[in-house]
């Protein structure tokens, strides 16, 4: 997982966090967009999706990949 992609999902799950704080989102969708978030943050620290490599994406650069 590359820099960026871990840095969207921390920002994504932060603001999920403070929506679902300030009460803008509740109930049911409220609670399973706090599951996702943890879910980005969890991923975010390990630097791996397990869904990433479920359907063959990365998001990391390549090493020797610079000048092609």
Partial sequence: MGNVDRIIRVLVAVLV??????????????????????????????SFCPLYTFIGVSTCKVEGEEGK
């Fill in 17 to 46: 966090g403070y929506l679902y704080y300030t009460g803008i989102i509740s109930g049911t969708i409220g609670v399973a967009l706090l599951v996702v978030a943890g879910v980005f943050v969890l991923t975010s620290i390990v």
